[in-house]
Nanobody, 125 residues
Framework: QAQLVESGGGLAQPGGSLRLTCAASGFTFSRYDMTWARQAPGKGLEWVSAIAKDGSETWYLDSVKGRFTISRDNAKNTIYLQMNYLEPEDTALYFC??????????????????WGQGTQVTVSS
């Protein structure tokens, strides 16, 4: 059974940084593109970033380009999201999930039963 555990969220000031981590288990991690999605208060889920199974390709939501960096370590079944120059609009519950990188601009995420609880990011002064 797939299991995803997100961590690293917290309270940051505008302009600050956080690094999110997602530990995956229960499936062959290296065979899947992986993503980060988020849900802001009162809003729907949106894709934030994605990385190909071998790390050769990445995708970012326009509003986070140049500020966020996604990476993965297939030996540790883990993906990361380095978030710099945080803005109040980044405040959300962040999730990781396997999903095809080719669909990022075409679909909206839907929370599945195997998703984790997410990690809360709050950006406020």
């Amino acid at each position: 059974q797939a299991q995803l555990v997100e961590s690293g969220g917290g309270l940051a000031q505008p302009g600050g940084s956080l690094r999110l981590t997602c530990a995956a288990s229960g499936f062959t991690f290296s065979r899947y593109d992986m993503t980060w999605a988020r849900q802001a208060p009162g809003k729907g889920l949106e894709w934030v970033s994605a990385i190909a199974k071998d790390g050769s390709e990445t995708w970012y939501l326009d509003s986070v380009k140049g500020r966020f960096t996604i990476s993965r370590d297939n030996a540790k079944n883990t993906i990361y999201l380095q978030m710099n120059y945080l803005e109040p609009e980044d405040t959300a519950l962040y999730f990781c999930a396997p999903a095809a990188i080719s669909t990022m601009s075409l679909t909206q995420p839907r929370r599945e039963a195997y998703w984790g609880q997410g990690t809360q990011v709050t950006v406020s002064s």
